[in-house]
């Protein structure tokens, strides 16, 4: 394990709240925190509104902060004291019955100021469209008043509908969005771009690229969380991970705080691999359903952390962002001043608004070596990666509910990868993963494909902001196929280094073909270590 080490400045105290709505008493978490009843906090909430119980829980649901929830049918507020600046509220909602009240008609809107933050939000239609058991919703707010309201409308449109919440965190905020950021345009020549201090954003994404999911209470200060990014990588160049060296020791730069981004983002990394051929023939890429007709801000965090990686012109590599050029010729020891040392930069794309029946697109973020810069190593490398949706002066972030595309059952939780598979935008390329160990005589044959179909024209749309659900139950049958071991030896040439497009701690990942060519996959062939644990 690399050394660790923080800036000589810690991470600043932040003024917070963790409201269990619905509650009156306090409790601790399982991650250490503690979520205040609503008898014992300072926060005020119009009357005539409900506390109750949700009717079932589903055993991948935390009871903090979803056991319970405020609801009422018609308009209802929480007014928090609170320092004027920026903040991060983060919304918490469980899609179940409470009462009499049925999830199904629960469909409302909620308001910060006059800021829209969801409109005819509906948390079943999202759960089920999503396949995820509870949501997480946070947004960048900045207000000038000693007092943060947030008010629940439900729809006018559906007589029995209602409003609720389960959970409410706000947490006070540096305002880390400002100065002049590149926007990104269709003639690749960046624009100057000012996010102005009285806009509201929403978190869309937060990846700890190369590296494992990172809770709340391991963030610096502000109680974010950190997804792995793994999900969202494009096709079957997955690259490399890896974690800093045992004598690279992070240090973060007296100009870039500690709460920019926790140390252990900067502590792991994913890079193209070490073929310089292969990596100047493909781009390391993630795909990221976004709304359309909005402005995003990607934050992107690198730090060298591996030898021999020490000096200018080793490794440098392009940014596109949404098929344009964002940056030519990154360099992140000329960015950051050397090896162990963080940085980050930001960019803002603008999404066109789609047609009614396709409101969500791919934002794809690759990387690609610059090889004109003709440095000492084709790669690129990446260690953590924000997006934030701007309300760009129109006072609303608030998207259209997912559709439902496949069916939904009470029992279903987060399926990182059937995410991936209802992406619109993932055309006929059937993207396959086969992990495959040998051991002696017996072929151990661990064999799974993900088929990413051609989708219909049917909306399908994917969460904004991931909430931190289980991810049991990965696939169904229906997209599995089984491989016999001469197949995969036919398909790679019989693993032909030629081929190979990855590699990691498991063995190497090869490019193969099947079905006569017409179908490009992925094989993942296990390295002795791997082996030896299948015997």
């Not at 709460?259 to 070490?274: D, E, K």
């Not at 292969?278 to 993630?286: F, R, V």
């Not at 909306?459 to 049991?472: F, I, N, R």
Request: net charge negative; glycine share 8%.
């Amino acid at each position: 394990m690399s050394e660790l080490i923080s800036s000589s400045t810690p991470a600043a105290a932040f003024n917070f709240i963790f409201l269990n709505c619905g509650s009156s008493d306090s409790s601790t978490a399982p991650d250490g925190r503690n979520w205040t009843g609503e008898s014992t906090s300072s926060f005020t909430v119009t009357p005539n509104t409900l506390s109750l119980q949700a009717k079932t829980l589903d055993s991948s649901v935390p009871y903090l902060p979803y056991g319970t929830a405020r609801l009422a049918s018609s308009p209802f507020s929480y007014s928090f004291p609170f320092p004027p600046g920026r903040k991060l509220i983060r919304l918490h909602f469980y899609a179940g019955d409470y009462g009499n009240y049925s999830a199904a008609d629960a469909l409302f809107s909620v308001k910060s100021g006059p800021h829209i933050l969801l409109n005819n939000f509906s948390a079943l239609q999202t759960s089920q469209a999503l396949v995820i058991s509870y949501i997480v919703r946070e947004y960048s707010v900045n207000s000038s008043s000693p007092l943060l309201n947030l008010t629940f409308i439900p729809s006018t449109s559906h007589p029995s509908s209602y409003a609720f919440i389960n959970g409410i965190e706000v947490v006070s905020s540096p305002d880390i969005f400002n100065g002049s950021i590149p926007l990104i345009t269709n003639i690749d020549m960046p624009q100057p771009y000012t996010v102005e201090p009285d806009w509201t954003l929403e978190t869309v994404y937060r990846l700890n690229v190369g590296g494992n999911f990172i809770g709340p209470m391991e963030d610096s200060g502000l109680f974010r969380s950190w997804e792995d990014d793994s999900i969202y990588i494009y096709g079957a160049g997955f690259g490399v991970t890896y974690a800093a060296d045992s004598n690279v020791s992070i240090r973060y730069p007296a100009k870039l705080p500690e709460f920019i981004a926790p140390l252990q983002v900067y502590a792991t990394a994913r890079s193209m691999g070490p073929f310089a051929t292969i990596n100047s023939n493909y781009n390391l890429t993630w795909i990221l359903p976004v709304d359309s007709g909005f402005y995003y801000l990607l934050r992107f965090h690198f730090c060298e952390i591996q030898y021999p990686i020490t000096l200018v012109n080793q490794r440098v590599f392009n940014i596109f962002i949404y098929n344009h050029t964002a940056f030519e010729g990154f360099d992140v020891i000329a960015e950051s001043g050397g090896i162990g040392v963080p940085t980050y930069t930001d960019f803002v794309v603008a999404i066109p608004k789609q047609a009614e029946s396709d409101d969500m697109v791919d934002l794809f973020v690759e990387l690609h070596p610059d090889l004109y810069a003709q440095p000492e190593y084709w790669d690129a490398i990446l260690n953590g990666l924000e997006v934030f949706k701007l309300e760009a002066g129109g006072d609303t972030l608030a998207g259209p509910n997912p559709m439902v595309s496949i069916p939904a059952s009470s029992d279903q939780n987060i399926n990182a990868i059937t995410r991936i598979i209802n992406s619109k935008k993932v055309k006929i390329r059937s993207i396959v993963e086969i992990a495959i160990g040998v051991g002696g005589p017996v072929v151990a044959l661990l064999a799974f494909a993900l088929v990413y179909l051609l989708h219909s024209k049917k909306k399908k749309s994917l969460s904004s902001y991931s909430p931190h659900s289980d991810q049991s139950n990965l696939m169904s049958s229906t997209y599995c196929r089984q491989f016999s071991f001469a197949e995969l030896v036919q398909a790679t040439d019989s693993f032909d280094d030629a081929l190979i497009i990855g590699s990691g701690g498991f063995g190497k990942v090869y490019r193969g073909t099947i079905d006569g060519g017409k179908k490009i996959i992925a094989i993942k062939r296990g390295g002795v270590a791997f082996r030896s644990r299948d015997r």
